[in-house]
């Protein structure tokens, strides 16, 4: 029994450090290969991006409930780097249930009551996807100095997710916003918007 927490252990430590890295080489390549992102832009469906993501994000945590609001009348046909919006939306998703981990074990309960709700509205040219948790929630001051770089509230976080994410957002005509719940419940909402069309947002800005 013991070797196996030992092994666990091991296995943790070591896709932290991965994580770490990655993270780093991700945030580094990207600022100086910047432009070439528009290479990969393909068209995909995002209701069966987030239906994938959805899945694996269950099999993570899957103690806690996750649910989608999204019209399914309406065309979700975009534009995009399908590696990277995953990447992005992985990350969020990762840091919501890690959230209500640390909340629950906090307060001495299980992840059951835990759960993170996405909802996707539509506007002409951008399409925006808000994500809640019942987590931990956003430090009172200071929430937005969560995007710069290497800045974390987490004992081994290496501060590069959100300024990941942010970059991604950037890069597909949209952007990354922090938002505190306003229902007067715990957690923390964060809202990405991309451009339907990131690729002609590419041509506009080096025009």
Sequence with gaps: MNDLKNIDLITYHSQNECSIFFSFLFFKLSACFFDFKCCWKVSIDLKVLISNIMFSQ?????????????????????ICDERLI???????????????????????DDNSKGKISTF??????????????????????????????????????????????????????????????????????VEISIRKNSAENYIKTII
């Design 86 to 108: 995953t990447q992005a939306l992985t990350n969020i998703y990762k840091n919501g249930g890690e959230s209500i981990t640390r909340r629950f074990d906090e307060i001495g």
């Design 120 to 189: 996707v509205k539509y506007s002409e040219e951008h399409i925006t996807i808000s994500i809640f948790d019942n987590g931990t929630g956003w430090p009172v001051q200071d929430k937005d100095r969560l995007l710069e770089p290497y800045v974390t509230t987490r004992e081994n976080g290496t501060g590069l997710g959100l300024a990941i994410v942010m970059r991604i957002a950037e890069d597909h005509g949209g952007k990354l916003k922090l938002n505190y719940r306003t229902d007067n419940k715990p957690g923390a909402v």
């Design 58 to 78: 269950r099999v993570s945590f899957p103690e806690i409930k996750f649910d989608v609001s999204i019209n399914k009348e309406k065309s979700s046909k975009i």
